[in-house]
Nanobody, 122 residues
Framework: VQLQASGGGSVQAGGSLRLSCVAS????????VGWFRQAQGKEREFVTG????????LYADSVKGRFTISRDKAKNTVYLQMNSLKPEDTAVYYC????????????????WGQGTLVTVSS
């Protein structure tokens, strides 16, 4: 599975961005797709994940109510809608695929895309 993340950019606090993660090579039907982020000088952290088949989701507490993950099966694409962005959301965002249930454990994800940078200014 190859994953291509896009949609990052610069936005002011309170603004919105939508990230996309397009998968190629094989269907995602047996996977979970997750988003992680890594701010400069900090460890990578889990943001959210979605089970491709049933659509169950998991969110980090820091983004609950502001971020929404969704998938478009026809396009083999997962989206991350980010609203009410804060400066602390600034990071490189990565999408990943693997596992069978949404989890925050990065080790459960076998495939990783390149990152897309999100910068939120105050």
């Amino acid at each position: 599975v190859q994953l291509q993340a896009s949609g990052g950019g610069s936005v002011q606090a309170g603004g919105s961005l939508r990230l996309s993660c397009v998968a190629s090579g094989r269907t995602l039907s047996s996977y979970v797709v997750g988003w992680f982020r890594q701010a400069q000088g900090k460890e990578r952290e889990f943001v959210t994940g979605i089970e491709w088949s049933g659509g169950s989701t998991l969110y980090a507490d820091s983004v609950k109510g502001r971020f929404t993950i969704s998938r478009d099966k026809a396009k083999n694409t997962v989206y991350l809608q980010m609203n009410s962005l804060k400066p602390e959301d600034t990071a490189v965002y990565y999408c990943a695929a693997g596992g069978t249930e949404p989890t925050g454990w990065a080790e459960e994800y076998d495939y990783w895309g390149q990152g897309t940078l999100v910068t939120v200014s105050s």
